[in-house]
């Protein structure tokens, strides 16, 4: 039973800190499709600088250091068996070009 009004008491609280701190958000002059799209248009902006500056740097140290790897995991196996197999390497070589160069025509594409 205590449990109960414990539950019932976090819920309260719960919904009193939800209406307390929610904030209505309207169209100045009744067009919302205009806010929405001047929303869009200020994030615009700080979207893509965070893509650039943070998301594909992080892609390309990713493929990088999987290229490196492989390249290493090849010749080991080159060393062993004296045969190197250039599949994979060029591979990770080509999706770290494609991603180093995708920020000077991503945006174009999206129309951003």
């Known amino acids: 039973m205590k449990c109960n009004k414990k539950i019932l008491a976090m819920l309260l609280l719960s919904l009193l800190l939800l209406s307390l701190f929610s904030v209505s958000a309207f169209a100045a002059t009744g067009d919302v ?4 799209e ?3 248009n200020d994030a615009k902006g700080q979207i893509k600088d965070v893509v650039n500056k943070v998301v594909f740097p992080v892609i390309d140290l990713i493929l990088a250091v999987l ?12 060393r062993k068996h004296g045969q190197f197999e250039w599949a994979p390497p060029a591979i990770l070589l080509a999706t770290l070009i494609f991603s180093l160069t995708c920020p000077l025509y991503i945006w174009d594409i999206l129309g951003m």
Not at 67 to 78: E, Q, R
């Open 38 to 40: 001047n929303t869009w």
């Open 33 to 36: 499709a205009g806010a929405v």
């Open 67 to 78: 290229l490196f790897v492989k390249i290493a995991t090849s010749y080991m196996d080159y």
